[in-house]
């Protein structure tokens, strides 16, 4: 089964069992599977990061409250959409929450369609995210194909540098750097130093020299 065929599932975590009940039957009826959680240690114990999905945290927990929930969870290595609830206007907190990359703060008791369109967000979000993560693998998997040389002449390529001026840096000819540039790009699958450059930059590679005009090479 692919992760597009797992259902996006709300994680709701809070200290009411009223409040667990209330927002699972009403994010159920909207078509979410739902996991409910009365404390933050029982979610961190059974909590699965590999489900797509988003987060539903109380503010006010006793212990651990959700803006500590949210530094664990993120400390653990856990990127996870998250909605905060809280039963009171409480304004700091939800500048903490929204700066530490909080989805939404609502106030309880929440509408159902306010929570609906932060759940539709946080879903478009997690997607986003899990897309980029398995771009970025794929990447780092190509990336690890390459020799020692190959990835050199990889570092000079997506910064500027012509052939000439590689072969220059690295102490051999242009017609051997010609060569581990091929390999170098089949083994990317790209075919021009544009594409090569857009791959390094979803890579999060940044070239440390400015770039100069590419002349046509044979």
Not at 93 to 117: C, H, N, W, Y
Not at 123 to 138: G, I, V
Not at 184 to 209: C, F, H, N, W, Y
């Amino acid at each position: 089964m692919s992760e597009s065929d797992i259902a996006f599932t709300v994680f709701i975590v809070d200290d009411d069992p009223a409040v667990l009940g209330g927002l699972g039957r009403l994010l159920a009826a909207a078509g979410y599977p739902t996991r409910a959680f009365t404390s933050p240690q029982e979610f961190l114990s059974k909590h699965d990061p590999d489900l797509p999905g988003c987060a539903v945290f109380d503010l006010a927990m006793p212990e651990v409250d959700g803006l500590e929930l949210q530094r664990l969870l993120f400390a653990s290595g856990v990127e996870r959409p998250i909605i905060f609830l809280t039963g009171r206007g409480d304004i700091s907190a939800s500048v903490r929450a929204m700066k530490a990359g909080a989805v939404d703060f609502l106030t309880k008791p929440v509408s159902s369609e306010a929570l609906l369109e932060a759940v539709a967000r946080a879903r478009d979000l997690d997607r986003k995210a899990r897309q980029h993560r398995r771009e970025t693998a794929s990447i780092e998997a190509r990336l690890a194909r390459l020799t020692a040389r190959e990835r050199e002449v990889f570092m000079h390529v997506v910064a500027g540098r012509l052939n000439k001026q590689i072969a220059g840096d690295l102490g051999t000819v242009e017609k051997t750097i010609k060569v581990h540039r091929g390999r170098m790009m089949s083994k990317l699958g790209v075919r021009t130093v544009q594409d090569l450059v857009r791959l390094a930059e979803r890579a999060g590679i940044r070239p440390q020299t400015k770039p100069e005009t590419e002349e046509v090479e044979g």
